[in-house]
């Protein structure tokens, strides 16, 4: 079984940074696509950014909404960070990160019903 905690969440002003962490336990080796979703009050759960790869290899990919603002790296085999700037208020949002043992770039990565491990969340607040 495979545990993930997020962190790095909190409130920040419109045009600053934040990182967010995900933290794996458990059976982390096994973690071969890692995925950022977020999910504002109202709204359904949504894709942000995802990571596939071991080692010292990894490539990524990032939704519309936040391309050329974020960065997802893998930093070790148990944890993976997502840094976002220039933050807009419609960035407000649950973060959740979610992980899964098999190689999902050419699969529905961008699904939430395609992952197999999820975390709680972390909030992110973005005033105006």
């Known amino acids: 079984q495979v545990q993930l905690v997020e962190s790095g969440g909190g409130l920040v002003q419109a045009g600053g940074s934040l990182r967010l962490s995900c933290a794996a336990s458990?059976?982390?080796?096994?973690?071969?696509?890692v995925g950022w979703f977020r999910q504002a009050p109202g709204k359904e759960r949504e894709f942000v950014s995802v990571?596939?790869?071991?080692?010292?290899?990894?490539?990524a990919n990032y939704a519309d909404s936040v391309v050329g603002r974020a960065t997802i790296s893998r930093d070790n085999a148990n944890t993976v960070t997502l840094q976002i700037n220039s933050l807009k208020p419609e960035d407000t949002a649950i973060y959740y990160c979610?992980?899964?043992?098999?190689?999902?770039?050419?699969?529905?990565?961008?699904?939430?019903?395609?992952?197999?491990?999820w975390g709680q969340g972390t909030q992110v607040t973005v005033s105006s």
């Open positions: 458990g059976r982390t080796f096994s973690l071969y696509t």
């Open positions: 979610a992980g899964d043992r098999r190689d999902l770039s050419t699969y529905y990565y961008t699904r939430v019903s395609t992952y197999e491990y």
């Open positions: 990571v596939w790869g071991a080692g010292h290899t990894y490539y």
